[in-house]
């Protein structure tokens, strides 16, 4: 059962904080997602709107969009609900993508298979991972992306002037039943392997989903 994180009110209240100077902007950027109508100047949030909301938040860009604010609604066995008002949802596990609503192009689910399975590269090297992937747009369900890890060493990401030690970690992946091929990339926290920033393709017809915390969840970097 999903852990509700002051959730009696935060749903009824979601909506107005993004509407109440939080998010003027945001709610026009949710519209700007749904009419694939992307801001090119790319404009980041202020540290102030993320100060005045109570709740783990990310940032969210796709392509070449405005950066949207996406606050955290609820906590259930390591999967994490992201909102952005009603428009937008996405749901995150240990800072994977593995469910979207809302976007123009949606995820509608990816499962590990890498537990069921670990396969080794050709070479004997890093482990290869295997996700099971859904797009109902295109009538498309369990589609195998295979995916090859490599460390990128060391990198610094920067949030509101504070810079956070990470490894940079880029995916290539394959999805042969679509022809498809890309590269997700993770920074995660060279301590605890928490994801920090993001870049991971949802879609085949979406460009990357940029993805960046702005205020942790309780116990997240650990």
Not at 145 to 165: H, L, T, Y
Not at 166 to 174: G, K, L
Not at 182 to 204: A, T
Request: net charge negative; glycine share 10%.
């Amino acid at each position: 059962m999903r852990k509700i994180q002051s959730m009696g009110r935060f749903l009824s209240v979601l909506l107005v904080i993004l509407l109440a100077g939080c998010a003027d902007s945001d709610v026009v950027q949710v519209g700007d997602f749904v009419l694939s109508s992307f801001d090119t100047s790319a404009q980041k949030i202020p540290r102030e709107r993320v100060a005045a909301i109570p709740y783990a938040t990310m940032g969210m860009e796709l392509g070449p969009s405005m950066q949207a604010l996406l606050v955290l609604g609820t906590i259930a066995q390591n999967e994490l609900d992201w909102f952005a008002g009603e428009q937008v949802f996405i749901r995150t596990r240990n800072g994977r993508v593995i469910r979207t609503a809302g976007l123009p192009y949606d995820l509608g689910g990816l499962r590990d298979l890498s537990t069921n399975s670990m396969l080794r590269s050709a070479g004997g090297g890093s482990p290869l991972q295997q996700f099971s992937l859904d797009f109902p747009d295109l009538g498309i369900f369990g589609a195998t992306a295979q995916c090859s890890p490599k460390d990128m060493g060391d990198d610094n990401v920067e949030i509101f002037g504070s810079r956070i030690p990470t490894r940079h970690i880029v995916e290539h992946c394959t999805v042969e039943a679509l022809k498809w091929n890309f590269d997700n990339e993770f920074w995660k926290d060279r301590m605890s392997g928490y994801v920090w920033r993001s870049s991971q393709h949802i879609h085949p017809k979406s460009p990357p989903l940029v993805l960046e915390v702005l205020r942790p969840e309780q116990n997240g970097p650990g």
